[in-house]
Structure formats: C-alpha cells, structure tokens
C-alpha cells in the first residue's frame, strides 16, 4: 500500500539552529500537510500546500516556517531558527483531493520527532 | 473549531464489539464526517468516513443517525492493535466559510482493549 514517508524519523538540533523536515509523499496525491503534535497533545494543522503554493495556514505557521516542493517527489518543512517550544512531533500528509468538499481522506506518515535543546 | 464532543476514554475486551460514539450537532449539510485513529507512537490513521449512509469497509463501519448530528463507529472485533485514540473529525467552521484542506483533531476517545 503506498505511504508518505518521512525523514529523518529523530532529530535534535540547537535552539536557533535551522532544520528541514522532509516527506515524500503518494505519488498520484496533489495536496500536501504539515501537522504537529507537542507530546501530550492535540495534533496541530500548520500547512497546507497546492498547485505550489500554500493554500491554507494556522497562526503557528509563522515567518520562521516555510515549505517546498523542490521536485516532483519532496515536500519540505523548514523552521529558520529552532525554538524550544518547537520540539515536537512534525507530520507530514498528503490527499489526492479537497477533504471536506469531496470527502477525500488525507494520509499521514509516521512523523518527524524534533528535539530542540 | 468543529463542535464534537467523544468520551475521553471507553474499554473493551478483545474480541467483543465496541462502539466508539460521536455527538455533531452543529454539522453542516454537505460535510463528510471523518474517523481516524491514532495509535502510540504513530501518526493518524484514516478509519472511515461517510456522508448520510452508513458505510463499512474492512476496518469499521460507520453509523450516522439520520439527522447526521450523531455517529457511531463501530469495530466490530477489537484486537489489541486496535487500542489507539480515536478521533471523530468535522470541517472547522470557525474560518469563514469553513476550511476545505485541514483536519481539526480535538482529544478524541482513549480506546483500551484487554485481552
């Protein structure tokens, strides 16, 4: 069954230190996510992403995220300078169409654990 | 955010059915209601979805009641793989129009099965 998957699976950076969380996701799918967990909470939406843009995006996705689609395969999650409250679980996700106005269902990977010290 | 409320927690044995509910009130006409789950460690998982019928497929069925401000998921033999949180999900209506790209995840059911 295809996956998204993403990479790495753990990684511990420098509070200020910049990071690049990647994702490739289903081939055929058109949308793509970026969802977050702090341990012991609620899953967060932070991006979405289609036609090479950024369609929606929650207060948290602030100026020191970005994303990118470099290729016809990764999707990119860059935060500029680390914080400690960015320590977190970092999902990636992708669908082939609109959720809610075409009931697609949006496939998530296995996360991206983010250790900020 | 979308208004549904789940228990915080439910118990079941292996093999015995479970049925995981969710209250919508506030649903809009057209919105599918979305089922996924989450399991330790891992990242959600799609269950189930469905608009006005119930609908089944090999993980779950999906009960909605017929005035759509209710659902009901139903494993029908819970394993142990099966204990994970469940999340019952609508469209976030707080931004206008509502949005029609992000999944709203609240706190969802703590499902346990005991062996």
Request: no cysteine; proline share 0%.
């Given at each position: 069954e295809p996956e998204v998957t993403q990479t790495p699976s753990h990684q511990v950076t420098q509070m200020g230190q910049e990071v690049i969380l990647r994702c490739v996701p289903?081939?055929?799918?058109l949308y793509f996510y970026w969802y977050r967990q702090i341990l012991g909470q609620k899953v967060e939406f932070l991006v979405s992403f289609y036609n090479n843009e950024i369609s929606e995006k929650s207060e948290?996705?602030?100026?020191q995220f970005s994303v990118e689609r470099p290729d016809g395969s990764n999707f990119t999650l860059k935060i500029r300078s680390t914080k400690l409250e960015d320590s977190a679980m970092y999902f990636c996700a992708s669908s082939t169409?609109?959720?809610?106005?075409?009931g697609n269902t949006i496939y998530f990977g296995e996360g991206s654990w983010l250790t900020v010290v | 955010d979308a208004k549904t409320t789940q228990p915080n927690s439910m118990e079941s044995n292996e093999e015995e059915p479970v049925h995981l509910p969710c209250n919508h009130s506030?649903?809009?006409?057209t919105d599918y209601i979305h089922w996924y789950r989450q399991l330790p460690s891992q990242g959600p998982e799609y269950v189930i979805h469905g608009l006005t019928s119930n609908v089944n497929n090999r993980m779950a069925s999906l009960a909605i009641a017929e005035d759509r401000k209710s659902s009901t998921l139903i494993l029908h033999r819970a394993t142990l793989r099966d204990a994970a949180v469940y999340y019952c999900i609508l469209r976030d209506l707080a931004l206008s129009g509502g949005s029609n790209y992000k999944l709203t995840f609240g706190k969802g059911t703590l499902l346990t099965v005991n062996p």
């Open positions: 289903i081939s055929n799918h948290i996705f602030d100026d169409g609109l959720v809610w106005s075409s | 506030t649903i809009s006409g």
